[in-house]
């Protein structure tokens, strides 16, 4: 089957770094995306990886590893507001999405 | 109004009534979707509609029905729901393709819980 693993939950203090890890066994790769989901909101599209290495957008970073099915999203100089559901989602050989199940990063002063 | 909206925000119904949810994307696209989110559970793919085509229906049941009469609005009809059925219900457009680079952009969802 198709899988998808992130950690349920998250804790980082204010200012500081999170690395938050996404790991997929998927039938075929066309690429990942990151999305953000505040509570009771639409998630926000972040990121799209499909060539190893890192993509940077300000304070947000994701990387891509397609030979170890490996990602992660970088968030630096930690804000409040980044208290959020973070979803790792993989677009198969068909080109159907498999989602994470989600990590909630919980952010404290 | 600019994004993905979707009405209403907040839904409680009981298992013998008969309710719509409505999608509007203001962005072009040509592609929508309906999702299932349950607490901490991935997403769970309903519908999408290509072009107006319906293209996945991924086993859901026939208590819950879709219509998208042109590509800007998509509409979820439930009847006689089960109170496992209460969750948010998210609606996304994407440009439409299906290709790696076609991603979906979310409205806010509706919050429904089956009494």
């Known amino acids: 089957g198709q899988n998808i693993d992130q950690p349920t939950e998250m804790t980082a203090t204010e200012g500081a770094i999170v690395q938050i890890n996404c790991t997929y066994q998927t039938s075929g790769f066309n690429g990942l995306f990151w999305y953000q989901q505040h509570a009771g909101e639409a998630p926000t599209f972040l990121s799209y990886?499909?060539l190893d290495g890192l993509e940077e957008k300000g304070r947000f970073s994701s990387f891509l590893s397609r030979y170890k099915g490996y990602s992660y999203l970088l968030l630096k100089e930690l804000q409040m507001k980044d208290s959020a559901s973070y979803l790792c989602a993989v677009k198969d050989s068909n080109y159907q999405l498999i989602w994470g199940a989600g990590t909630k990063l919980i952010i404290k002063p | 109004e600019t994004g993905v909206t979707q009405t209403p925000r907040h839904l409680v119904m009981g298992m013998t009534n008969k309710k719509s949810l409505k999608c509007e994307q203001h962005?072009?696209?040509?592609?929508m979707y309906w999702y299932k989110q349950s607490a901490k559970k991935p997403l769970e793919l309903m519908f999408v509609?290509?072009?107006?085509?319906?293209?996945e229906n991924n086993s859901v049941p026939s208590r819950f029905s879709p219509e998208c009469p042109n590509s800007s609005h998509l509409f979820l009809h439930l009847h006689t729901l089960q109170p496992e059925d209460s969750a948010l219900y998210l609606c996304?457009?994407?440009?439409?393709?299906?290709?790696?680079?076609?991603?979906?952009?979310f409205g806010p969802g509706t919050r429904l819980t089956v009494l």
């Open positions: 996304a457009s994407s440009e439409g393709g299906g290709g790696g680079t076609d991603t979906q952009y």
């Open positions: 990886n499909v």
């Open positions: 962005l072009g696209h040509n592609a």
């Open positions: 509609y290509n072009f107006k085509e319906q293209t």
